[in-house]
């Protein structure tokens, strides 16, 4: 049967023919609420107007207004419906509260939709509802007829749900699942302890106190003074906060106890500048001072240092970029003649005019650190020449090319009292200022030659070999030395195999017979507790595993990042901690 509805489009929406055609239940239910679509637009103009009105209203409003403003809408278009009515009403809204309120509308929230029109959007009448228990349902896996309780679990597809058996099947893969994942997670755990020097497994029970107070240091106050903590555990806790850039104006006030003498704070980056130079105020006895990443470090504040620190013996000022030239000189004539240890970095306002007056004004220097200084070069090198009694001289990752006749001229001037050297980034000199070293640095122990490009391995061989005034070092770093080889290794064991406690050979291109020559030599070095052989790519569980069983005794800590050949199979004494293996990540 065929049911046609006739419309006589000549007429307005009140003439239609007297032919209908069927409706559906939700048409009739509609038309009973009185619903239709004229009526939809014209609420939805309404809106419009309110808000029109509503903001109009505010821009003219004055406090005493108290008036109410009926604003009608325009007349509504003509839309037909099935009826064919047309809306077009008026409403009253008032022109602002009185006392000039606002009379905004309030903004709805991120996500919040209209309650008339938008409510019902996410309504799906086609998403079918999960069933409850009590109810029968079929299993997700092996379609059995089954009833619903609420222990049932749920299947692979949405709604779904597993009978009694699969559940219980399905449980003890999920157990074995949750079990891997808090296996890796340990991994990561204990990977991160290591990295941030902490022992793998239980700690003591100061470690523990320690990790507390470093947890709730906003919350410990005065309690701090109570705990009766020693000077090393408070640094603990300080170096604890400053890596989680805890360390700020309030939590600085638990590190001023007045009857220090040595102060580090570790992260001033959230320091301000009137709390710098509190310290001073608060600690005039201070001996040793150090502040990193003090950004915030002003003239003023360092200028404050030179007038009410009258014992400071030394200083480090690290990344103090807004500290001046001509203040720096000030200070250094100022507290230069009692100054025994100095250690600025990472800033361009030092040059050569500053480090000329440190040389002039700081005879007693012993320890003197310049690393990543912008405006370091050859002249501002030399002039370290004037300081005789310097027994640690540190020259790294210079901003200006330094070359080996600075270089050179320092090491015949002071090198005879150097305990320790590093030129890590300077990365032209050569061949010339390794020799430098053997011939005028007997008394060396610590020696870090880093990112020096240019030296060979004949270099290094003849550093050591024959270096019969130096009785060995205790820790060389030759990271990044693409050039050494098995010359320069066996050279370095036949010198420093009894003394060395720490080698880092990072980065070098050892080819495997490097290692076979060292294991052939037979060279033990029973004092080594901390060796790097990361990205040395002939490194494999055959080296590690002789390296710690047989040639080093003390061996602590093994890094070994970026060797693939190293496998989780390697058999390693308890005591050595081998840090960055692939295996242990995954």
């Not at 107007?49 to 821009?59: K, P, S, V």
């Not at 157990?175 to 302890?193: G, I, L």
């Not at 009692?338 to 250690?343: A, D, K, S, W, Y």
């Not at 391995?457 to 990271?479: C, H, K, P």
Request: charged content about 25%.
């Amino acid at each position: 049967m065929i049911f046609l509805s006739v419309r006589d489009e000549t007429t307005d929406g009140a003439g239609l023919s007297g032919v209908r055609g069927p409706n559906s239940a939700l048409t009739d239910f509609l038309r009973s609420r009185g619903i239709n679509a004229a009526e939809i637009q014209a609420r939805h103009l309404r809106r419009v107007q309110q808000a029109e009105a509503a903001a109009a209203a505010e821009a003219s409003a004055t406090p005493d207004a108290t008036e109410e403003t009926t604003v009608e809408t325009p007349e509504a278009p003509v839309t037909r419906s099935r009826r064919g009515r047309a809306a077009a009403t008026t409403t009253p809204v008032p022109a602002g509260p009185s006392k000039g309120k606002k009379s905004a509308p309030k903004k709805r929230k991120k996500g919040e939709t209209d309650d008339e029109d938008e409510a019902d959007l996410d309504f799906n009448p086609y998403k079918k509802a999960p069933p409850v228990p009590g109810q029968i349902a079929f299993c997700d896996q092996c379609n059995c007829r089954f009833t619903v309780t609420a222990y049932s679990k749920p299947g692979s597809a949405e709604g779904s749900l597993l009978c009694t058996p699969c559940g219980k099947k399905t449980a003890g893969q999920d157990k074995e699942a949750a079990k891997k994942v808090s296996v890796k997670r340990q991994k990561k755990q204990n990977m991160k302890n290591i990295l941030d020097g902490d022992g793998v497994g239980a700690k003591s029970l100061r470690e523990l106190a320690i990790n507390v107070v470093a947890k709730h240091i906003d919350e410990v106050g005065q309690v701090m003074d109570c705990l009766q903590l020693g000077r090393r555990d408070v640094d603990r806790i300080c170096q604890i906060i400053s890596r989680s850039r805890a360390l700020n104006d309030h939590t600085l006030k638990l590190f001023l106890d007045p009857g220090i003498t040595r102060l580090n704070l570790y992260d001033c980056s959230k320091i301000s500048t009137k709390e710098l130079r509190t310290i001073a105020a608060i600690l005039p006895t201070l001996r040793y001072l150090m502040l990193r990443f003090c950004g915030s470090m002003t003239d003023e504040a360092l200028t404050y240092y030179s007038t009410q620190l009258t014992q400071l013996k030394g200083i480090e000022l690290g990344g103090a970029f807004l500290v001046t030239k001509e203040c720096y000189m000030e200070f250094f004539k100022a507290r230069g003649a009692q100054l025994e240890e100095v250690t600025i970095t990472d800033t361009f306002r030092v040059d050569a005019d500053v480090i000329s007056v440190l040389v002039d004004n700081c005879p007693n220097l012993k320890e003197l650190r310049l690393k990543q200084i912008v405006r370091l070069d050859n002249a501002a090198v030399r002039l370290l020449t004037g300081l005789s009694d310097l027994r640690v001289l540190e020259i790294s990752d210079p901003g200006e090319d330094i070359e080996d006749g600075a270089v050179v001229d320092v090491l015949n001037s002071i090198g005879s009292g150097l305990r320790e050297l590093n030129l890590a980034g300077c990365s032209l000199l050569t061949d010339q200022v390794v020799l430098a070293i053997r011939q005028c640095c007997p008394r060396l122990r610590i020696l870090s030659l880093s990112e020096l490009e240019e030296v060979t391995d004949e270099g290094i061989a003849q550093l050591f070999r024959g270096w019969d005034i130096n009785s060995g070092l205790t820790s060389l770093d030759l990271s990044r030395i693409r050039k050494l080889n098995n010359f320069g290794m066996a050279a370095l064991l036949e010198h420093s195999s009894e003394t060395l406690e720490g080698l880092n050979l990072n980065s070098c291109q050892l080819p495997p017979e490097s290692w076979s020559a060292w294991f052939d030599l037979g060279k033990n070095l029973p004092s080594l507790t901390s060796l790097d052989v990361g990205f040395v790519r002939s490194v494999d569980d055959q080296v590690v595993e002789k390296l710690c069983m047989d040639f080093c005794p003390s061996l602590v800590e093994l890094k070994v990042w970026g060797d693939h050949h190293i496998t989780a199979a390697v058999c390693v004494p308890n005591r050595v901690r081998i840090i960055g293996r692939e295996a242990d990540l995954h």
